[in-house]
């Protein structure tokens, strides 16, 4: 089992900066490759962003890349998202989650979730 909390959300003016971080405990957080995913109310929920295991390798999604960077801190079991340069449509409850295998654009890949935290993004 693998337990992940996420913070850092919140409520930001359109281009400001926010930093996600999701803390995970349980089995060694270097076997999972970590994901970024998001739902606004009213629609399904979106992938963002994944790192390798090793965080060698990343992977965004077409609206967020050159505005949002995922790393990780295997030391300290933790992901982070940083969000720059915001905007309104960003805003959505962002979810962490952990892949046994391998970092993927498709949710259903990925093995544990997160609860989530809201961020929103005024015009």
């Known amino acids: 089992q693998v337990q992940l909390v996420e913070s850092g959300g919140g409520l930001v003016q359109a281009g400001g900066s926010l930093r996600l971080s999701c803390a995970a405990s349980?089995?060694?957080?270097?076997?999972?490759?970590m994901g970024w995913f998001r739902q606004a109310p009213g629609k399904e929920r979106d992938f963002v962003a994944a790192?390798?295991?090793?965080?060698?390798?990343?992977y965004y999604a077409d609206s967020v890349k050159g505005r949002f960077t995922i790393s990780r801190d295997n030391a300290k079991n933790t992901v982070y998202l940083q969000m720059n340069n915001l905007k309104p449509e960003d805003t959505a409850v962002y979810h962490c989650?952990?892949?046994?295998?391998?970092?993927?654009?498709?949710?259903?890949?990925?093995?544990?979730w997160g609860q989530g935290t809201q961020v929103t993004v005024s015009s």
């Open positions: 349980g089995r060694p957080f270097s076997s999972y490759a």
């Open positions: 790192i390798s295991r090793s965080g060698a390798s990343t």
């Open positions: 989650a952990a892949a046994y295998f391998a970092a993927s654009v498709t949710q259903n890949e990925y093995d544990y």
